[in-house]
């Protein structure tokens, strides 16, 4: 890695706080690399060598089974994935593909066993992170099986909007065939849903996206903190346990 990226690197909240011979000895054999869109990163059943990390641009996480393919979650800077695989020195369970042209550190995964047996410190940035995610996916799976289709979308639409400024009109961040597969339908459950939000003050216009009466929209979304993470923009990327520790005073 250049110089300029070893810095970008050790402002991470997973390095801010370890030694420096830990440093070193993580980052030693690690990739900054710029993929393109569309670009697979690894399959579901792979071995994982690396940890994987999103400092610009967006990955898509996905499952198969018999012929069908599903969106786990459409990750956004700063995240790590495949973490789990990698702490277990297991095959990876989903697949990774880039969305958008994106900047991903690769850091050894065995590199990344020994740090967290021989650092305090990193073993307990490495736990924050597993248990930002672990979280994560706890609010993805409630969103799923306690919501209906209608509902899962007013809530991605709320959320959006707090994320991109609170504007009224915003842009969907996904094209709707993925983000149909992100909330659980099918493209044509997706349309049905947009159209029954029409009614709650939603206007569609391509990817433009504007919530006219967001109190009505709220009555039937339900936004829940249990559930939704409604952090507003932050200047400074923020890793997957700082986003779940927003705001501080929420309960664990």
Not at 11 to 28: D, K, M, N, Y
Not at 55 to 67: A, I, Q
Request: aromatic share 6%; net charge neutral; proline share 6%.
């Amino acid at each position: 890695m250049r110089v300029v990226d070893v810095e970008r690197v050790r402002g991470l909240p997973l390095f801010c706080g370890v030694s420096e011979e830990t440093f070193g000895a993580v980052t030693a054999g690690a990739f900054l690399q710029k993929f393109p869109a569309g670009t697979t990163l690894l399959h579901e059943g792979d071995p994982v060598d690396f940890l994987y990390v999103l400092l610009d641009g967006l990955v898509e996480l996905e499952g198969t089974w018999n012929d069908k393919e599903t969106t786990l979650a459409v990750l956004r800077p700063v995240s790590t994935f495949i973490f789990a695989a990698v702490a277990l020195d297991a095959d990876a369970l989903m697949s990774a593909r880039t969305v958008e042209r994106s900047d991903i550190l690769m850091l050894s995964g065995e590199a990344l066993r020994r740090a967290m047996q021989t650092d305090p410190r990193f073993s307990y940035a490495a736990t924050l992170e597993l248990a930002g995610c672990y979280r994560g996916l706890v609010r993805s799976l409630k969103n799923q099986k306690l919501r209906g289709g209608a509902e899962r979308l007013a809530n991605y639409l709320i959320t959006q909007r707090v994320r991109q400024g609170g504007a009224e009109t915003f842009t969907l961040p996904h094209e709707k065939r993925l983000l149909a597969s992100l909330l659980g339908m099918t493209p044509e459950n997706l349309s049905r849903a947009f159209a029954t939000l029409t009614g709650y003050g939603v206007v569609i216009n391509g990817p433009e996206v504007t919530i006219a009466r967001p109190v009505v929209l709220e009555r039937l979304a339900k936004p829940d903190p249990l559930i939704d993470n409604h952090q507003p923009p932050s200047v400074t990327p923020l890793g997957q346990a700082e986003r779940e520790l927003w705001p501080a005073s929420r309960a664990g």
